[in-house]
C-alpha cells in the first residue's frame, strides 16, 4: 500500500530534550515536506526537499532540522524543543513540488512541557 | 499570512443534502487542490484542477475555478454521515519558487443524520 509513515503518534517530552520525528515513504516521490498543524493557523510549511541532499526552508523552520539522506526517509528533528513547538505535526510527500497531489502521514502529536 | 481562505468556516446541513464551501486566494495559481482531514487525522488529497480548467467532477465532489474572481468551490453532493470532516484548500503559485502548497484554514463540515 502506498503510504507516508511517520512515528511516533504521539509524543510528550520535556523541554531541551532532543528528539527525532521519522517520516519515510514507499511511493519513490522525490519531493517531501513537514507541515505543522495550529488551531486557528492552518497548516504552516517548515522545511521541504526536492530531492536527496536538497533540502530547504519553509514559512517556519526556526528550531527545526531536517536531512535527507535517502530518497524514502525525510525526519525532522527538534535539537531542543521548546513549548511553543507544541503542535501537530504532518509528512508529506509528492511526485513533484506543486504539480501533483500530497500524500500525508497520519500525524505526529507533540506535547513540550 | 494564508493564500486560501475557506468560507464558512463551520457547516451545518442535514444527510442528504448538498453541501458547497468556498476557498478565495490572493495570488496567481498553477492549481488548486482540496483535501480532506479527519479530525487530528492526516490530510486526504481529493481533487486538483488547474488554472486552465473551470470546472472538475470526482465522485460525488464538484470543483470550479474562477481565476479572475481567485475562488474556487467545492460541492458535495447528497452528504453522508461520513463526509463530517474538515475541508482544505491549497493553492500552488504560478511563481514556485522557494513556496509550494499553501492552505487555508478549512471548513468543518457537519452532516446530521
Known amino acids: 500500500e502506498a503510504q507516508v509513515t511517520q512515528n511516533p503518534r504521539y509524543l510528550i517530552t520535556v523541554t531541551g530534550k532532543k528528539l527525532t520525528v521519522t517520516c519515510s515513504q514507499n511511493?519513490?516521490?522525490?519531493?517531501m515536506s513537514w507541515y505543522r498543524q495550529d488551531p486557528g493557523l492552518g497548516l504552516r510549511q517548515i522545511y521541504y526537499?526536492?530531492?536527496?541532499?536538497?533540502?530547504d526552508k519553509g514559512d517556519v523552520p526556526e528550531g527545526y532540522k531536517v536531512s535527507r539522506k535517502e530518497k524514502r526517509n525525510f525526519p525532522l528533528i527538534l535539537e531542543s524543543p521548546s513549548p511553543n513547538q507544541t503542535s501537530l505535526y504532518f509528512c508529506?510527500?509528492?511526485?513533484?513540488?506543486?504539480?501533483?497531489?500530497?500524500?500525508f502521514g497520519s500525524g505526529t502529536r507533540l506535547t513540550v512541557v | 499570512s494564508q493564500q486560501g481562505e475557506e468560507d464558512p468556516q463551520a457547516l451545518s446541513i442535514q444527510e442528504g443534502e448538498n453541501a458547497t464551501m468556498n476557498c478565495s486566494y490572493k495570488t496567481s495559481i498553477n492549481n488548486l487542490q482540496w483535501y480532506r482531514q479527519n479530525s487530528g487525522r492526516g490530510l486526504v488529497h481529493l481533487i486538483l484542477?488547474?488554472?486552465?480548467?473551470r470546472e472538475k467532477h470526482s465522485g460525488r465532489l464538484r470543483v470550479t475555478l474562477d481565476t479572475s474572481k481567485k475562488s474556487s468551490s467545492l460541492l458535495i453532493t447528497a452528504s453522508r454521515a461520513a463526509d463530517t470532516v474538515s475541508y482544505f484548500c491549497a493553492t500552488a503559485p504560478l511563481d514556485t519558487g522557494r513556496r509550494a502548497l499553501t492552505f487555508g484554514s478549512g471548513t468543518r463540515l457537519q452532516v446530521q443524520p
Open positions: 508529506a510527500s509528492s511526485l513533484s513540488r506543486a504539480d501533483y497531489g500530497y500524500t
Open positions: 511511493m519513490n516521490h522525490e519531493y
Open positions: 526537499s526536492m530531492n536527496v541532499e536538497v533540502t
Open positions: 484542477i488547474r488554472s486552465n480548467e
